[in-house]
């Protein structure tokens, strides 16, 4: 036998032997247990299953370890995982390791041992006898994911339960009443765990902080912030440490910095916007290039490290911007004066400066700090206006510019970047923040020649330092990182997009781009825009800050970071420290330290989007609330064993239609070409549909929308 051929048959051998201790719950076994557990009789295999047991046990890195004369178990490392729980709806839960390529582990309900959805656990793991499945139990919680709940207090006069809002908190915290609080039975209010008895069912808490009565807007808007662990205030030292700030600007301070006061510059921002971190300036040189210059709110002037306002706005990692409301990342001394760059007032400025000739290629860059003067603020619509009618204030400088960031969007494109366009919900509310309508928001070239200039920064930063040093000798820099999407998911995309007549090329990642492109294109104004611009966007991979990828795949860009935003993302506030650490000489920083941070940046930002997609749901349920019994036109926006979800064309609110609701036949999900199809008159509903729905019922508290299928 060839010794290819024997390692091969040991290495099947030591797996088969691994099963066994699996699942005999690791006991410790000799050589003839093992044997017979696997039906082997014969002295030769016997004789090699006991080499393999002794060798294994013998290599630090072996399978299995010898815990007594003869007997063997496997190494610790083997029947032991850590990973985080991700409950289901019945109360067993998976276990999902770092290993992308480790399964995830089923955990049963009674196995659990009070661990609750997102903690970080160890898990003993076991192979069930039928099938492949992993499973175990968990034997130690290493760190809960989240201690506070949101939810209605549910008050008798011996006791008081929390129930909670999170659908994957399976369980009713039990609350003293002596630790109420305050609060009134059906109150909406916040609970801290504080204790969990050994065999108890249900965790003990205390109240932390009375929202209000349910359905009032403030109360489900801090209700949603508190559910997704964001605070609902700023710690008095933090207000503190901002007030004690010093607003006027020294002359030995502005000698620091290179001064832009007399240079034209102006703001592009929304309406109601009130922290402006970005301002424009423009001037035409005398060989007929244009400077222009990108500056930005110089936040880490008035934030110093590891300062009380610093680890906040760390904590944080974000601004969070709900329907009716923004929760600043800094409070608003800095974000809405000292850092804003107001209209006639001197800034403090990080810029980036540019030279650029008529075909919008830079000439020339500078990076540094600077002192401006805005000499507009003008809004996004008074901007377009200009634009439209080419008259106004600095009707030739913004035309000038709309000219260039068409040259440099054009050339993203060609360049291969992807262009999404979706469509942007906003609802009209009245004084109470009730919705009374529901438009789309509409990006015209006003927003985009911000949005140019503000990539262009963002990418020229990250080359500076990007292309400085090559292997040890790299700057480690905090990049704004996205990866090409994955194969199968873009596979499964460009069938689907198929059945509406649109080709995606999935042969390189170029013809990707391109057909993408033309994909979203075509689809603008079609009422399948929404579900395909959803379905593509999924088919991506997430972007993510880190120090170790610098590319952008979406943008097309080599190199890419955030710098444009520091009073409303921390990963801003982190790369202007290391820009300026840079440019003043210093040496590398600890890679693995802003690595972590980059990491809790990145969770922070899923966390804002998901409190914000939350908001709309809850602001979507409210508006229908008033429309039961109204049928819609909708487009089936997605599809899942128990219903299907369903967009209404006219508003875009979603809901659900229930199988159980559609009475003419057994439907059940076939996941592969995302439909729900009927068993006996296989009638089939797919993903993209027009489908006419009736308004059903409204869950205010579940943020739930039930339509019924209109035959």
């Not at 196995?111 to 006898?129: C, F, I, P, Q, W």
């Not at 999404?420 to 015209?444: A, H, M």
């Not at 875009?652 to 059940?668: A, H, N, P, Q």
Request: aromatic content about 10%; overall charge neutral.
């Amino acid at each position: 036998m060839s010794t290819k051929k024997a390692t091969a048959i040991k290495q099947v051998l030591s797996q088969l032997i691994a099963d066994v201790f699996e699942r005999s719950g690791n006991k410790a076994l000799n050589y003839k247990q093992v044997s017979a557990k696997l039906n082997i009789a014969d002295p030769t295999s016997k004789s090699t299953i006991l080499s393999i047991l002794q060798e294994e046990s013998k290599s630090k890195s072996g399978l299995f370890k010898e815990v007594e004369a003869g007997k063997f178990t496997l190494r610790e490392l083997h029947t032991f995982v850590v990973g985080k729980v991700d409950m289901t709806a019945d109360g067993s839960a998976y276990i999902v390791t770092e290993d992308e390529f480790e399964d995830d582990i089923f955990v049963a309900p009674r196995k659990l041992r009070n661990a609750l959805h997102g903690d970080t656990v160890k898990v003993y793991v076991y192979e069930k006898s039928r099938g492949r499945k992993k499973e175990g139990e968990v034997v130690e919680i290493i760190q809960r994911f989240r201690s506070d709940f949101t939810g209605i207090l549910s008050l008798s006069k011996r006791f008081a339960f929390l129930i909670a809002d999170d659908r994957k908190m399976l369980h009713d915290i039990y609350i003293p009443l002596e630790d109420l609080n305050g609060a009134k039975d059906q109150d909406k209010v916040v609970v801290t765990i504080t204790d969990w008895p050994t065999g108890s069912k249900n965790p003990v808490g205390r109240i932390k902080h009375v929202l209000g009565k349910q359905g009032e807007n403030n109360t489900e808007m801090n209700a949603i912030l508190a559910d997704f662990g964001f605070p609902l205030a700023f710690p008095a030292v933090v207000e503190q440490e901002a007030d004690r700030i010093v607003e006027s600007i020294s002359e030995a301070e502005i000698s620091k910095r290179k001064d832009f006061r007399d240079i034209l510059t102006f703001t592009i921002d929304p309406a109601d916007a009130k922290d402006f971190d970005d301002a424009l300036s423009f001037r035409t040189m005398a060989d007929g290039n244009y400077e222009v210059g990108i500056h930005i709110a110089d936040v880490t002037h008035y934030v110093q490290p590891d300062s009380a306002l610093d680890k906040e706005a760390f904590e944080r990692g974000t601004s969070v911007y709900l329907v009716d409301r923004v929760i600043p990342m800094l409070p608003e001394r800095l974000s809405n004066n000292l850092c804003s760059l107001r209209p006639n007032e001197d800034k403090l400025c990080f810029s980036a400066v540019f030279i650029i000739d008529t075909q919008a290629q830079v000439k020339e860059q500078w990076f540094g700090k600077t002192i401006i003067h805005s000499d507009r603020r003008f809004t996004y619509e008074e901007a377009q206006e200009i634009l439209e009618n080419k008259e106004g204030p600095f009707s030739e400088e913004l035309l000038t510019l709309n000219k260039l960031a068409h040259i440099l969007r054009d050339r993203k494109f060609k360049q291969g970047a992807i262009n999404f366009e979706s469509t942007e919900v906003k609802f009209k509310l009245d004084e109470n923040g009730k919705p009374i309508g529901v438009y789309t928001k509409e990006r015209k070239d006003a927003h985009k020649l911000i949005e140019d200039f503000m990539l262009l920064a963002n990418r020229k930063v990250a080359e500076f330092i990007g292309k400085q040093g090559k292997g040890k000798n790299k700057l480690p820099f905090v990049y704004r990182s996205h990866d090409a999407p994955n194969e199968e998911s873009l596979a499964s995309f460009a069938q689907f997009a198929a059945r509406f007549g649109y080709r995606v090329n999935t042969k390189t990642e170029k013809e990707i781009a391109k057909s993408l492109n033309a994909l979203m294109h075509d689809v603008e104004g079609t009422k399948e825009q929404n579900v395909l611009t959803t379905l593509a966007i999924r088919s991506m991979a997430k972007a993510i800050y880190t120090t170790k990828k610098h590319s952008h795949y979406g943008l097309a860009f080599d190199y890419y970071t955030h710098f444009t935003s520091p009073i409303r993302r921390y990963p801003d506030v982190m790369v202007h420290r290391l820009l300026e650490h840079y440019l003043a000489g210093g040496k590398s920083i600890n890679e693995e330290m802003y690595e972590k941070m980059c990491v809790h940046a990145s969770q922070m930002e899923k966390k804002a989007a998901d409190a914000e997609r939350t908001s709309v749901k809850y602001k979507q349920a409210e508006f229908l609330q008033n429309q039961i019994g109204t049928v819609y036109s909708g487009i089936i926006s997605g599809v899942t064993e128990w219903g299907m979800y369903v967009e209404i064309e006219e508003n875009k609110c979603e809901g659900m239609v229930r199988l159980r609701d559609i009475t003419d036949d057994f439907y059940s999900l076939d996941e592969k070409n995302y439909a729900i199809i009927g068993q006996r008159k296989k009638k089939r509903y797919q993903l993209g549909d027009e489908v006419q729905i009736k308004v059903k019922t409204v869950n205010l508290a579940k943020r739930q929308i039930d339509f019924t299928l209109m035959s």
